[in-house]
């Protein structure tokens, strides 16, 4: 069977991590300018001279290759969370539609639920559940949950008065 060739040895752990550590010290000399202004060609020569030396080094190479999935993991992760909170937190006609206190109950909700979907697909939901609620602290964390979210709902009647409005 033909090896795909985006999955092969040499491209995954030469090809791509010369590459990127290529751009990146072309890129962040072409914009401090340490190496002088308008000088492209050194600026990639040094670039080149970089990549080249971690290619010839295996530890540097394998941390950067093990490195980029949790990179990409993690961007995505964000991108999700910045979307969703942007939908919560966006306004809409130059004013805020939600008052500002759910607001911020609506983002840690999405916090948590984005956490829990994030542990629920990684395949580590059954050993953060048995933490939380197998064996004898089932009830400890059941209480504990019901306390936190008995005086959150009092702080929030108290700081808004309980939405009792004024005599006017």
């Not at 004013?95 to 979907?117: C, M, N, Q, R």
């Not at 009830?139 to 979210?149: A, D, F, G, S, Y």
């Amino acid at each position: 069977m033909p090896e795909i060739f985006l999955l092969s040895p040499y491209w995954v752990e030469f090809v791509l991590p010369f590459v990127l550590v290529f751009t990146l010290i072309f890129a962040i000399l072409q914009k401090t300018e340490l190496l002088g202004e308008g000088k492209k060609q050194i600026d990639a020569m040094v670039g080149l001279v970089v990549g080249l030396i971690l290619i010839a080094f295996p530890d540097a190479r394998s941390i950067i290759v093990l490195l980029m999935p949790f990179l990409a993991v993690s961007i995505v992760i964000l991108l999700v969370f910045m979307l969703l909170y942007g939908f919560i937190m966006g306004k809409k006609s130059g004013e805020d539609f939600l008052h500002k206190g759910w607001k911020y109950a609506l983002g840690t909700i999405l916090a948590v639920g984005l956490l829990s979907y994030l542990i629920f697909i990684s395949g580590n939901w059954d050993y953060v559940y048995d933490f939380f609620f197998g064996g004898g602290y089932s009830q400890i964390w059941t209480n504990i949950i019901l306390i936190i979210v008995i005086v959150g709902a009092i702080w929030v009647v108290v700081r808004d008065g309980g939405g009792i409005s004024g005599g006017d």
